[in-house]
């Protein structure tokens, strides 16, 4: 499963993992791979994502997310 997070002045990252957490506009919620087709708008809270190597969190003040085919792409307002 591919995972891309960018904002208006970077991209976060890009590559391949395993699951990924958001928060929820409405609550948290996990995506793994072969994931309904899915667009849900972020809260201020971590994206967590698991690669084969290791785990990572990244603080998201809001935005939007979209799951499709095994893509998940994150458009976040801010990113640390």
Avoid: C, W
Avoid at 18 to 46: I, T
Avoid at 63 to 79: F, P, S, Y
Wanted: hydrophobic share 40%; charged share 20%; no cysteine.
């Amino acid at each position: 499963m591919h995972l891309t997070i960018i904002t208006p002045d970077k991209q976060v990252f890009n590559g391949e993992i395993e699951m990924a957490s958001f928060p929820g506009s409405d609550g948290s919620f996990q995506v793994l791979n072969n994931h309904a087709p899915l667009v849900s708008s972020l809260g201020k809270g971590d994206i967590s994502y698991r690669t084969r190597e290791t785990a990572t969190n990244v603080y998201v003040e809001g935005g939007v997310v979209e799951v499709l085919n095994n893509k998940i792409t994150v458009l976040a307002e801010k990113a640390s």
